[in-house]
């Protein structure tokens, strides 16, 4: 799979960049890391292969990958119920040097 196919588009929303915008210095058991930023992935892809492929897409070093599966609502389609598609969403934190300048 494309590096590019596997990050469909960032999430901009106000809880994206308010955490963009948080880092964390280091402390006695944790390093120190810099901002999460939220994307919308292909729903096959790993926390490996997401983490290369923002790595190499935005130039910057990631510290963590956090996924999870947002199921589809409930939507009406005319007289009928219909559901809107199932998605998976990445969290990446980055490296306490790095940021994107996108958020």
């Known amino acids: 799979m494309d590096i590019y196919h596997i990050v469909k588009r960032p999430l901009v929303t106000e809880k994206g960049t308010h955490q963009a915008q948080q880092s964390h210095g280091a402390t006695r058991t944790m390093p120190a890391r810099g901002g999460s ?6 729903s096959d892809a790993s926390k490996a292969a997401i983490k290369q492929a923002v790595e ?13 599966i ?12 219909g559901k809107t598609s199932d998605w998976k969403k990445a969290v ?3 490296r306490a040097d790095h940021h994107i300048d996108l958020f």
């Open 56 to 68: 190499k897409i935005y130039n910057v070093k990631v510290q963590s990958v956090r996924t999870s």
């Open 37 to 42: 930023y939220a994307f919308e992935v292909h």
């Open 70 to 81: 947002r199921k589809g609502k409930p939507r009406r389609v005319r007289f009928k119920m």
């Open 92 to 94: 990446v934190v980055l």
